[in-house]
């Protein structure tokens, strides 16, 4: 048994965390001395996925471009406005409610879209557990005010998806910038370099990169 089998085999994580994640700890850091650093910090806390797709997307739209604790508070705002987040009960709140809760015109039309995409059945959320990355991405895309950054959290928050590796993602570069580099403003092939090391969990090592800059987790 190596080191980085000895360090994990401590670390029991609950039924809830994603089948791969045992497996993906210990080979993150037998492979990288960043996550062999790091994973042991976070004990047996792990990526959580909330079930459903619609308030995934919903979530994701918030906090685009936007801090995680400011994201966190627009979305309890918002989530007091319809009984349930579901697309039926999104389409019924008032402009003026969700522009009250912290959301700006643009992220309000976007959300709007978003339910009646779901509402008319323009996706098919039943599909996307067979589909590959890609060919996801590339449907949601198409929503208007999802890119593929949203996407790409999707992925990560809701099919839990083990190899994403977001780019478009500032507290990534960030991450990767202050663990790796010394603080060194980082590009995207920078990071795409260090994550070979990373690769087939990569959305594991961005999960512990995000952590490395806010020990709270977030749940999209």
């Keep these: 048994m190596n080191k980085a089998q000895a360090a994990t085999k401590k670390i029991v994580f609950d039924a809830s965390a994603p089948i791969y994640w045992a497996d ?22 792990s990526l959580q996925s909330r079930g459903d797709a619609f308030a995934t997307l919903a979530r994701s739209v918030v906090g ?15 989530a007091q406005l319809p009984e349930q987040v579901t697309p039926a009960q999104v389409l019924k709140l008032k402009i003026d409610d969700m522009r009250a809760a912290g959301l700006s015109v ?6 709007v879209d978003l339910a009646l995409h779901f509402d008319n059945g323009m996706v098919h959320a039943d599909a996307w557990v067979g589909m590959d990355d890609e060919a996801i991405i590339t449907e949601l895309v198409a929503i208007r005010g999802i890119g593929r950054w949203t996407a790409e959290m999707f992925l990560i928050f809701h099919l839990m998806r083990p190899n994403v590796l977001p780019l478009d993602d500032v507290g990534l570069i960030n991450g990767i910038s202050k663990s790796y580099f010394s603080g060194e403003a980082v590009s995207r092939s920078d990071a795409r370099e260090v994550s070979q090391a990373w690769a087939p969990y990569r959305t594991v090592a961005t999960w512990y990169i995000w952590r490395s800059l806010d020990p709270l987790p977030v749940n999209y």
């Design 24 to 45: 993906a700890c210990k080979h993150l850091m037998k492979k990288d001395r960043v996550m062999k650093r790091l994973i042991p910090q976070h004990g047996s806390v």
């Design 64 to 78: 685009q471009q936007i801090s995680v604790k400011a994201a966190q508070t627009v979305w309890d705002r918002f």
């Design 106 to 111: 643009r992220k309000v039309e976007y959300l």
